[in-house]
């Protein structure tokens, strides 16, 4: 039943942090990387509290990250939709997998799949 509520809830948040809600800001961000591309991507918009809830797990644990806002950009939320089916943010790609919002982040970081989806022991975490 703990885990019903939880997930109604964060269903609830998710939806509330639907892109097409949100004005235009700047789009494209790499965070923890020196390099262009990172291997993970996250969509993302302002004023999303999960979209920031998902970049401090990818801070925590010292994860490059490509940041895409797409605040009020119909192009970028379109090819959000393309790439991972869903019109809503956070949207997590790894690797060109499309791994899901922060539930699936928070989800594969606990148990520790996360670290083997990018190919890295505990200790570099």
Known sequence: MKKFIL??????MISACDARRNQPLPQDTVVNSDKKEA???????DLCSWCT???DILNEQKIAYREINVRGNKKLIDEM??????????QIVIN???IGSYL?????SMS???DKRLGRD????
């Open 7 to 12: 997930g109604a809830f964060a269903l609830s």
């Open 53 to 55: 809830s998902a970049k």
């Open 81 to 90: 939709e393309a790439k991972t089916g869903k019109r809503t943010v956070p």
């Open 39 to 45: 291997e993970v991507v996250i969509y993302t918009s």
């Open 112 to 114: 520790g799949d996360l």
């Open 96 to 98: 060109g997998e499309h």
């Open 122 to 125: 505990k200790k570099e975490a």
């Open 104 to 108: 699936s982040l928070a989800s594969e």
